[in-house]
């Protein structure tokens, strides 16, 4: 099983800054970041392969936040910008060991982290 630690959560104004990181304890083929507010379904924020470095990001945070990874560290970040209180959600890690779908389909990711929780004041 990979082991997901996470931190970087916290409260912020609306326009401000948080960095949430991710180390896992093995090689994965790729990680992701999803979000869920209270009442609404899972929803991939982010995602990026480790070998090409290809990224995909949802709408709604295009040109606001960045995914980023440290391969020495198996480590994961998310860079969130410009924060709305529409970003207010639990955000988890992901990772899966193979590519099996859509990235931003919770069911193809096996392991995934505790969560950490991001509120955004207006």
């Known amino acids: 099983q990979v082991q997901l630690v996470e931190s970087g959560g916290g409260s912020v104004q609306a326009g401000g800054s948080l960095r949430l990181s991710c180390a896992a304890s093995?090689?994965?083929?790729?990680m992701a970041w999803f979000r869920q507010a209270p009442g609404k379904e899972r929803e991939g924020v982010a995602t990026?392969?480790?070998?090409?470095?290809?990224?995909f990001y949802a709408d709604s945070v295009k040109g606001r936040f960045t995914i980023s990874q440290d391969n020495a560290k198996n480590t994961l970040y998310l860079q969130m910008n410009n924060l709305k209180p529409e970003d207010t959600a639990m955000y988890y890690c992901?990772?899966?060991?193979?590519?099996?779908?859509?990235?931003?389909?919770?069911?193809?990711?096996?392991?995934w982290g505790q969560g950490t929780q991001v509120t955004v004041s207006s």
């Open positions: 992901a990772a899966s060991r193979r590519y099996s779908g859509s990235w931003y389909s919770s069911a193809n990711y096996a392991y």
């Open positions: 093995q090689y994965t083929y790729s």
């Open positions: 990026i392969y480790r070998e090409s470095s290809s990224i």
